[in-house]
């Protein structure tokens, strides 16, 4: 493992990425088994893992921001409004992972972004538009993990400039060409997870001939 990725994983590992901690089987939750079970959840667990759970209501999500733990993890949810959302973010923690959904609506995620924890993790959005991406980079965390999205425009990425965080995640990106380089380049992040093997040469030849503020890792998420 190289020494970016080293440093990368144990900057995650602080901010309770590792996907462990107290991990429920239950496939549907109301407001009221909700409030029970955050009660109810062991104490000292890291993150509140609740994989098979598909949808939850507002008042649910409400219930479920009251977790303490370091970690919310709704990898489950396939859909997530604009009411759910603003209470999810809510969640006092570090890491908030929604990574079952596949699209998001700017609505969704502006109030996404209001979520005032380390890391958001969509790693199921296959694609973002604009208007999305420009609310998302509101979030004034350290890392945004988008490892599902496999290609990016110029314009879209052209949103992330303004990102002020530190890790961005685009490991499933499947090619990164010139036109996409040169934005890329203007990117303030410290570091972004992805595959050097999908620069195009031009891509490279960009890359090293321009200063950036970042370094290249790995898929650090996939390594919890």
């Excluded at 604009?130 to 999205?149: H, M, N, P, S």
């Amino acid at each position: 493992m190289s020494k970016i990725q080293s440093m990368a994983m144990a900057f995650i590992a602080c901010v309770a990425l590792s996907v462990i901690g107290q991990e429920y089987e239950i496939e549907a939750l109301t407001a009221p088994r909700a409030s029970r079970l955050v009660a109810e959840s062991e104490e000292g667990a890291t993150n509140l893992m609740l994989p098979y759970v598909s949808s939850v209501d507002v008042e649910t999500a409400h219930e479920l921001a009251k977790a303490t733990q370091a970690g919310l993890l709704l990898d489950g949810l396939l859909s997530v409004d604009k009411k759910t959302a603003r209470e999810l973010a809510a969640f006092s923690g570090f890491v908030l992972s929604l990574n079952g959904i596949t699209n998001l609506e700017s609505g969704t995620a502006d109030e996404l972004s209001a979520f005032e924890g380390r890391a958001l993790v969509l790693n199921g959005l296959e694609v973002i538009d604009l208007i999305a991406a420009r609310k998302l980079v509101q979030f004034k965390g350290q890392a945004i993990f988008l490892d599902g999205i496999k290609e990016m425009c110029p314009k879209v990425a052209e949103a992330f400039v303004g990102f002020r965080g530190k890790y961005v995640g685009m490991y499933g990106l499947q090619e990164i060409d010139k036109e996409l380089m040169a934005v890329l380049m203007r990117w303030r992040v410290e570091k972004i997870s992805l595959r050097e093997e999908v620069l195009t040469m031009e891509a490279k030849e960009i890359m090293a001939r321009h200063k950036h503020s970042w370094e290249i890792i790995g898929d650090v998420w996939a390594a919890f």
